[in-house]
């Protein structure tokens, strides 16, 4: 190549796929880590896969006036790879949500910039949990060997299928708010139990300020309840991720 030298043109080639997914990915893409440390990451995870990676993109260095459209189909397909990851991540929020519904503490608001606006506490807790269990337990490393993968999936100065791209985005769209709802079910039953036995109490002694006693009861054994499952609901999470980077991440 006249332009750029071979091994520096391919190091731009793959820092436009896998920079673009770790802008999108849980725990590296937090806006509580420096812009400067994320761009490090991604010039690290380039550097460390150049090797196994360089290969896949030698067929497509043919000339320099092609670099321009690989790099912008490269970002394309790397921004697309993480949005899928972060929509099922998302279920971790969903589920604080429903939750905070649940035992009267949707009103707690805090702002959660993974979301781009404020959540409530156990959503932004649940969310932030979530990547550390995720961290913990290794899913951390399907995400990066998705990236690996997708080299043979998506080869290199292809376009990326929108098509196809755009399905999966809807069926783990569907995913994630089913994993979210299965998350929070036992609080959901004990939402409706109590809302039950609230009912009944105030039908029995009308004269009772039902709310002012129940609302911080609620919030006790709901917080109670919540507090004996939230193992169980972080570790169905990442078992989840884990299949979906295992099993289902295929278009």
Do not use: K
Not at 62 to 69: E, F, H, N, W
Not at 84 to 110: E, H, K, P, T
Not at 121 to 146: E, K, N, P, Y
Not at 169 to 181: F, I, P, Q, R
């Amino acid at each position: 190549m006249a332009g750029l030298p071979f091994d520096a043109a391919a190091f731009l080639i793959l820092f436009a796929r896998i920079g673009a997914v770790l802008m999108l990915l849980p725990a590296f893409s937090e806006d509580a880590i420096p812009g400067r440390v994320r761009l490090l990451f991604g010039l690290g995870f380039t550097a460390g896969l150049f090797g196994l990676l360089g290969g896949q993109v030698a067929p497509a260095l043919r000339s320099d006036t092609a670099l321009p459209g690989i790099v912008l189909s490269e970002l394309l397909v790397g921004i697309a790879m993480g949005m899928i990851v972060r929509i099922l991540f998302n279920a971790a929020s969903m589920a604080g949500a429903i939750i905070s519904l649940q035992v009267g503490l949707s009103s707690a608001l805090v702002m959660d910039p993974a979301l781009g606006g404020q959540a409530s506490v156990l959503a932004r807790f649940i969310g932030i949990a979530a990547a550390v269990v995720c961290l913990t337990t290794g899913v951390h490393h399907l995400w990066i060997a998705a990236m690996v993968q997708s080299y043979a999936l998506f080869p290199v100065g292809g376009l990326p299928p929108a098509a196809d791209f755009a399905r999966l985005a809807v069926e783990t769209t569907g995913h994630a708010m089913g994993l979210a709802v299965s998350m929070a079910a036992p609080l959901i039953v004990y939402g409706i139990l109590f809302n039950v036995a609230l009912g009944l109490a105030v039908r029995m002694a009308p004269q009772i300020q039902a709310f002012f006693i129940m609302q911080p009861l609620n919030i006790l054994l709901g917080m109670s309840l919540f507090a004996v499952l939230i193992g169980g609901i972080l570790t169905a999470f990442a078992n989840a991720m884990a299949n979906f980077m295992q099993n289902g991440w295929s278009l």
